[in-house]
């Protein structure tokens, strides 16, 4: 599980490998309360290693996020200037 604020006006999106992603297309994020988005995956058997993506096309700055089995990740992704 991911979560982390972002402003209201943009749709985050995860792209990885492991839990059902591609680094191709992005998977968009659970709208969880103002500034809160969510992602999640249920019955996982491998670690997933992911990153962020501001409206699936702009990449928040840094390593990926590796999560393993039955772990859960709060995260405060930076995107670069437009």
């Known amino acids: 599980m991911?979560?982390?604020?972002?402003d209201i006006?943009?749709?985050?999106?995860?792209?990885?490998e492991g839990g059902g992603l591609s680094w191709n297309e992005g998977v968009a994020?659970?709208?969880?309360e103002i500034g809160k988005w969510a992602w999640t995956v249920d019955n996982a058997v491998e670690?997933?290693?992911c990153q962020i993506f501001k409206d699936d096309s702009?990449?928040?700055?840094?390593?990926d996020i590796v999560i393993g089995v039955g772990e859960r990740?709060?995260?405060?992704?930076?995107?670069?200037e437009e």
């Open 2 to 6: 991911l979560i982390f604020n972002l």
């Open 58 to 63: 702009l990449a928040a700055k840094g390593d």
């Open 47 to 49: 670690s997933t290693s």
């Open 73 to 80: 990740a709060e995260v405060y992704p930076e995107f670069p």
């Open 9 to 16: 006006s943009s749709t985050p999106y995860v792209r990885g």
């Open 29 to 32: 994020m659970e709208f969880i």
